[in-house]
């Protein structure tokens, strides 16, 4: 990309902040120093085999980990320069921009500061071992990713790897990660994430019902498979978390049959008096089993699909940004592919702001056009990756 000016830009008016149509960011300097010794957490203990067992090789580090460069040694640090090439109103004038950057996920991720985000959501390849292909828009384009990884599982592993490490460093003390996959990668991420935050700021593995019984499905000489994992881990012991609640069923609520002299339902099992009123009040507390939440299998009609077949609802995002995001937090998600545009609405209605992309891998999940109708996009040289970045401003 030439790096040229137009004289004229420089008599643009500056109506709104941030970067024009034409202007370069200069990339910070990349740190050649090496890595802090305390970059992994300390957990000896954890991972030493008893003493009857003898002398046992365990593999303490993660998969790619140089323990002068960390992961840099593989995938050396590129600090890229960014030119804004198209800018779009909407929202509040008065705020910094929405930015949409189109190169590689890990340098963008490299080029951000550290502890700067409160929450991430990614949705990564899921080491499938397909190919897709689909038919997109009104003009039949066809648009493919691949989720087959030379180099097998350890290939993809090292290059989870990398990134995991970029958005710990990223996360805020408090800050959070849901890392979304299903039964080919989370048994092997989850080892590796153990050993990237730490075994004990594992929170919980999130399951999320996603069974329907189609005809291909039920050919399998197996249990049919019906969920995917949300792997839920936090930067250390304090975190946010917003209890979060739905509706009870209907018979749970037809258990209170009783009525007592002001007219309220109640129910009075084990001696302890419960009213109906109080209940719905409170909700039902989630647990870390989502069956509410349908996936497009279920629901292939739904007005939100925008015809990519690793595409996730909104509902499932607004509900880890609803739990896991502060008033006026900042959310990230990495690797936003065929659900972009559905998860800028469902974070602009849970946070009442608009998002803020930062960078969104698209060559494994493809984005969409409307993305860049809705979002300042910027490029740097010819990478093809980007992910996704907002601000949260209560709900």
Sequence with gaps: MSDERNPDLDNRPRTTSGPLKGD?????????????????????????????????????????????????KLFPQVMLPFQVVERVSFGNPALEPNRLFWGDNLHVMRQLP?????????????????????IFGDQNELRSFSDIWEGGMPGYLIWLNARLYEMKRLLKKTGSIYVHLDWHGAPYVKVEMDKLFGFENFQREIVWDISVLSRFKTRANNW????????????????????????????????????????????????????????????????????????FQQIPTSKERIGYPTQKPEALVERVVKASCPEGGVVADF??????????????????????PVARRGRHHGGSAGAWRRAVAARSHDHADTRLHGRALGR
């Design 114 to 134: 550290n502890e700067s985000i409160d929450l991430i959501y990614i949705d990564p390849p899921f080491f499938s071992g397909r190919q897709y292909n689909v």
């Design 24 to 72: 370069f960011v200069a990339p910070a300097e990349a740190d050649d120093s090496d890595e802090r010794s305390d970059a992994l957490p300390q957990q000896e203990e954890f991972w030493r085999p008893p003493v009857r067992f003898g002398s046992v090789p365990v593999e303490k580090e993660p998969l790619g980990w140089d323990r002068r460069l960390k992961f840099r």
């Design 335 to 356: 690797f936003a592919g065929g659900g972009y545009n559905t998860r800028c609405r469902a974070t602009v209605r849970t946070t009442l702001d608009r998002l803020r």
């Design 224 to 295: 049919i498979r019906g969920h995917d994992t949300l792997l839920f881990y936090t930067k250390g012991k304090d975190f946010i978390f917003n209890k979060q609640s739905t509706e009870h069923r209907a018979e749970y609520s037809a258990r209170f049959n009783k009525i007592d002299k002001d007219g309220r339902r109640f129910f009075d099992g084990r001696g302890n008096r419960r009213y109906l009123d109080e209940v719905i009040e409170q909700g039902k507390a989630i647990g870390d089993v989502w069956s509410d939440i349908m996936s």
